[in-house]
């Protein structure tokens, strides 16, 4: 039988041979026998308890308390043993099943990560989860309008459709960087009222080879579940170059990856209800079968905004800022020319930061003017010049506005300071660009002959005050900026007596033809006549400025020393000084 005693003993104070000859005596009511703990309970007739130690299985306390009539009971601890090791196997079996389930639950992580490797990263947008409307995109009112239809076609389809037109694939956005086009692409998910998918080219492309065209049919499967439907590319560029330019031919990962586009884009599944919307900044380096009607069927161009974009979108980043009633927007549209949407952002937070830094209630015109001087001159350094230093860069810089306001008008200047910036050798002058230049990206003869004189106009000043032997390093980056300008005109342009021939050198070694085409196809004594026409533009360039700064030697002295009084001359006083004293 199983028995468990369940009262205390009192400390072992007899020994083995003392409790033989207790049980002998009868002075020994009841014993209680543990085999394996080679050890007895022993309870006294007097009421007395205790442990006395035996030896291990010992027959003869057994036999002792059978002639003595003792009662005695004998525990059975395999029971106990036996439920131990029964529980100890159960325990070893839970550890083991526990282990093996963590075992799976990672090995079909990795499975689940493995598997869905192939899958494409787009995130899903609804109209909720975007609050950018087309009212929110200022400075593109034709990029705007034609995405306008391309909403039309997803919400109206069957309008085209009796009329036997087809709703374009593919839409291909191009522009400057910051000029609004992912812009435009939210502005498309906030409006249209369809599931909206968007993605990064770049996304697609991984290490190993298939993954990207298996993402690419993944993203138009999702596609076509929730079609109608918008897809997003951005700088598709990263996939859609030119095949056969790069190393491995057709065989890389990019390449297939672009196949696969394509497939999907025109191919033999049908797609319809899809629309596909791209935006690169590169299109001279797109492949030619992506660019083909039937893929991208519609190409708009997001190009830097107007006099009147530029004010409708400073208006637009004003409205969470608080604006002076003194500040005029249309002025500062005037002054940042050239300036794309994200620029123009970028100068309206910049006046908030000074503001803020000055703590004031509202954005000045100050604070625009310091958060302009920023953006496009750089931060103000700590180096201080020598008062020699100060009348060298003074000279150079004022000789730079005299010969652009002869050649571009007196509007032309902006602003003019010997205060060091960063990236700038002590001084700048700021010239705003040609609005129609900037707008129709034309640029001529005269207007480039023009940047080059005022370019070299520095150093002319420094030869007119100081001489030929005393000309400093000054205009380093002027010289190397109308050097370049020089040899466009020669080269691309056909701006040079040698006429209206390319003669751009090719050295580029490309490795996707199977061959290798380093060898120049201009000759020798071209390169001659070449460099002698890059010199002689220059030469007459520079006589040019110094002729024009000679004439106006006067205006130069007089500016010069207002400009190392104040080291600042802005547009209004030299527009002041200028006109009477410029000399065309």
């Keep these: 039988m199983f028995f468990k005693s369940n009262f205390s003993y009192s400390n072992s104070s007899t020994s083995y041979s003392d409790l033989l000859l207790e049980i002998d005596s009868g002075n020994i009511q009841s014993i ?54 029964s529980f100890a196997s159960v325990g070893l079996f839970l550890i083991f099943v526990i282990a093996i389930v963590l075992i799976l639950r ?11 490797f192939g899958k494409n990263k787009a995130k899903f947008v609804t109209i909720d989860d975007v609050d950018t409307r087309f009212d929110d995109v200022a400075g593109v009112p034709e990029a705007a309008e034609e995405l306008k239809e391309v909403i039309t076609f997803l919400n109206q389809p069957k309008k085209f459709l009796d009329l036997g037109a087809k709703v374009p694939k593919g839409v291909l956005l191009i522009g400057p ?5 992912t812009l435009l692409a939210k502005a498309i998910a906030g409006e249209s009222g369809v599931p909206f998918l968007s993605i990064a080219a770049s996304e697609f492309v991984e290490l190993f080879v298939g993954v990207g065209a298996s993402r690419v049919r993944d993203l138009f499967e999702k596609a076509k579940e929730k079609s109608p439907c918008i897809i997003f590319i951005d700088e598709i560029d990263s996939i859609g170059r030119q095949r056969g330019s790069g190393i491995g031919g057709g065989n890389d990962e990019r390449e297939q990856t672009l196949n696969q586009l394509l497939t999907e884009l025109d191919g033999f599944a049908d797609n319809s209800g899809i629309i596909v919307i791209a935006a690169t900044n590169r299109p001279d380096i797109l492949d030619s079968a992506l660019l083909r009607p039937g893929r991208f069927d519609r190409k708009i161009e997001v190009m830097l905004p107007d006099l009147e974009g530029r004010k409708k979108i400073l208006s637009v980043h004003s409205l969470s800022k608080p604006l002076s009633k003194n500040v005029d927007l249309a002025y500062w549209a005037t002054r940042t020319v ?15 930061i000074h503001c803020a ?55 032309s200047v902006d602003k003019i300071t ?68 020089v040899r466009e005109m020669v080269t691309k342009y056909g701006f040079s ?43 007459i360039s520079l006589q040019n400025s110094i002729n024009l700064i000679l004439k106006n030697r006067i205006l130069l002295e007089k500016l010069v020393e207002i400009l ?19 000399k065309v």
Excluded: W
């Design 106 to 116: 990672s090995t079909s992580k990795f499975a689940s990560r493995a598997l869905g």
């Design 177 to 181: 960087p910051g000029t609004g086009k």
């Design 564 to 582: 190392l009084n104040k080291e600042t001359i802005e547009n209004k006083t030299f527009k002041k000084i200028t006109f009477d004293l410029l």
């Design 338 to 352: 050239g300036f794309s949407g994200a620029d123009l952002a970028n100068l309206m937070n910049e006046s908030a």
């Design 418 to 485: 010997i205060l060091p910036r960063s990236g700038y050798i002590g001084g700048y002058t700021k010239i705003n660009p040609d609005e129609d230049t900037v707008s129709s990206g034309l640029i001529s003869k005269k207007l480039l002959l023009s940047k080059i004189e005022i370019a070299l106009a520095g150093r002319a000043a420094e030869t007119i005050v100081f001489g030929k032997n005393e000309i400093t390093q000054c205009s380093i980056n002027d010289i190397s900026y109308a050097t370049n300008i």
């Design 357 to 411: 830094r000055e703590e004031s209630n509202s954005i000045c015109d100050n604070h625009i003017e310091s958060a302009l001087d920023k953006v496009t001159l750089g931060l103000r350094t700590s180096v201080i010049c020598s008062p020699n230093m100060k009348k060298i860069i003074a000279y150079n810089e004022v000789g730079r506005a005299i010969v652009s306001a002869v050649k571009n008008g007196i509007d």
């Design 32 to 85: 209680y026998f543990f085999p394996r703990k080679r050890e007895v309970d022993v309870l006294y007739k007097n009421g007395k308890k205790e442990k006395v130690p035996i030896l291990y299985n010992d027959q003869l306390i057994l036999e002792k308390a059978s002639e003595n009539n003792v009662d005695l009971t004998i525990n059975n601890s395999r029971k106990e043993s036996s439920a131990a090791n």
């Design 497 to 539: 007596v040698i006429g209206p021939v390319s003669l751009e050198s090719n050295n580029d070694i490309l490795i996707g033809d199977g061959f290798l085409r380093n060898k120049s196809i201009i000759a020798d004594n071209t390169y001659s006549k070449i460099d002698n026409e890059i010199i002689n533009i220059t030469k």
